[in-house]
């Protein structure tokens, strides 16, 4: 009676008495749902009115009308509650979800009420309470926590699209990665309600949207903005990060935009969200390392690199990208990721060069990555006794990725010359492929043999048989193009970055991250 007689107001009653008489009828409703023993008859009218309820307009329900029923629900329920569908408490749950506005019933007519923001607020904090309530009870099988997370997500994006700003958006995220705080002694839970938050995040922007309500433009960097004020973990915060920097390029929106965005290809807002704490920065790069993220690795870089006061500074950063080069697994589906440290590696030795550093300080950290490069783009593993008798395993990674890490480990080799020197400008002499006659011979010109020309050769031969190989016949125009490039004397290194714009261009072009690398002017 009191939902029928809500839903027949007057309206000239008053704000107050119309507030309070909706206050009174969810509480009423929360002590019914509560009662297992009226919540068994299916058949009930108290049923027929909880199913009204659901669908009545909570527009004039004030705050303190609303998490009083809360709080009275969470005291008496069981916090397994949220897992079970079944569950004598679903429909007031339903009723909560509906008198916090997440779709208001007024939005057409504009009514919704002032409090909305601070009601939906409260609903996602109780849901995370009595999740985190419920990983303390380990007979709790984790396979439930996964369609209660969808949900949930579900809901703070739509809470978070409502906000007015940014900073009013964050508070919805943040109940969220505080759960998955105080869950990490619980290994497999928390390893589940990370999983099923990852695997959200990533099907945003998948098939424009159909698979999951796509939030708006910026969703993916409230994440990344909230993940570091908030997690605690290096490795969450990393694996979080890294997700959502990946589904920011994958947005549909976000890479329309890149077409205007001409200076930093999409990147401008990625180096906005991600603020690591200076506490943790060491931590982070590390795990970065660990958990192959790249492109928060990248991120890291463009946002320190302006820092440098010095070349020494910037060479540092060399020997990092060097090492972390060395030592990330890169994994199947993430290779064209590698593409941006190599590219900013050599940038930055580049740059060395063109601001007079000797040739023979970049030298050795050149020869320590054509190693890295070329193994990385082997069509089998050459590691280990297998390796060593051509018997490793297929690469799985892309023919895309490999044509680029041969391209441009042959056109850097070729650049190398003896005595620690580097080919820096058109028609040097000393190109590998280019032959010599031999002093005081008769015998025909030869190419260089020294250890440096032969690597060279070595490297632009294994270039070469990939027009033989039947996997990489679609690559033909790269191939043909990249093979011309690395063995042109009129090419130097410093033309390094003319390689890596037409390359990635033309092998990685649904890859939005690395748009910075053709997109964006160079240095």
């Given amino acids: 009676a009191g939902i029928s007689a809500s839903a027949n107001l007057p309206a000239e009653l008053p704000l107050d008495l119309s507030a309070e008489l909706h206050t009174k009828v969810l509480r009423l409703l929360a002590v019914l749902c509560g009662d297992p023993t009226i919540m068994q008859d299916r058949d009930s009218r108290i049923v027929f009115l909880m199913e009204l309820a659901v669908r009545f307009d909570w527009h004039q329900l004030p705050m303190s009308g609303f998490q009083p029923a809360i709080q009275w629900i969470e005291d008496v329920g069981n916090p397994a509650t949220v897992l079970n569908p079944d569950s004598s408490l679903t429909f007031i749950l339903k009723i909560l979800y509906a008198a916090a506005e997440f779709q208001p019933k007024s939005a057409e007519s504009g009514h919704s009420h002032e409090d909305a923001p601070a009601k939906r607020l409260a609903y996602i904090e109780y849901t995370c309470r009595q999740l985190e309530r419920c990983t303390l009870q380990p007979s709790l099988g984790i396979q439930y926590y996964a369609p209660v997370m969808t949900t949930l997500c579900g809901h703070l994006e739509t809470a978070a699209m409502r906000a007015a700003d940014s900073k009013a958006a964050l508070v919805y995220i943040t109940p969220v990665f505080q759960l998955i705080n105080a869950c990490t002694t619980q290994r497999d839970v928390c390893d589940e ?10 099907s945003y922007d998948e098939v424009h949207g159909s698979s999951f309500p796509s939030p708006r433009p910026n969703m993916s960097m409230l994440y990344v903005r909230c993940a570091c004020q908030t997690i605690h973990s290096p490795r969450h915060m990393v694996l979080i990060t890294e997700t959502c ?14 077409a205007d965005d001409q200076t930093a290809a999409g990147w401008v807002s990625v180096l906005e969200s991600l603020s690591v704490p200076n506490n943790m920065e060491k931590k982070f790069i590390d795990t970065c390392v660990g958990e192959g993220g790249v492109l928060c ?23 990092s990208v060097l090492s972390w080069s060395s030592l990330i697994q890169i994994k199947a589906g993430d290779e064209a990721k590698m593409v941006l440290l190599w590219s900013k590696l050599l940038e930055l030795l580049c740059r060395q060069i063109g601001y007079g550093t000797p040739p023979k300080s970049v030298t050795p950290i050149i020869k320590s990555i054509l190693p890295v490069i070329f193994r990385a783009s082997e069509d089998k593993a050459s590691d280990g006794i297998l390796g060593a008798i051509g018997l ?37 002499l000393g190109h590998a492929r280019v032959v010599v006659p031999i002093p005081n011979s008769n015998a025909p010109p030869a190419l260089p043999k020294h250890p440096a020309a032969q690597l060279a050769q070595r490297y632009v031969s294994s270039l070469e048989s990939l027009r033989t190989k039947s996997e990489y016949n679609l690559l033909g125009m790269p191939l043909s193009n990249a093979i011309a490039y690395a063995i042109d004397p009129q090419c130097c290194l410093m033309d390094v970055h003319k390689l890596i714009s037409t390359l990635t261009s033309s092998l990685f072009p649904n890859e939005s991250y690395l748009k910075i690398l053709y997109l964006a002017p160079q240095a």
């Fill in 392 to 428: 490793g395993k297929k690469s799985l990674l892309s023919v895309e990725f490999r044509l680029f890490g041969r391209a441009l480990a042959a056109f850097v080799a070729c650049q190398v010359l003896p005595e620690e020197n580097l080919r820096v400008q058109p028609n040097s």
């Fill in 245 to 258: 920097i990946t589904g920011h390029f994958q947005n549909s929106s976000q890479v329309a935009a890149l």
């Fill in 193 to 202: 309600i990370l999983k099923t938050l990852l695997r959200l995040i990533s």
């Fill in 297 to 319: 690795l990248y991120a890291d870089l463009l946002q320190r690199l302006p820092l440098c006061t010095s070349l020494l500074q910037e060479l540092s950063f060399a020997n």
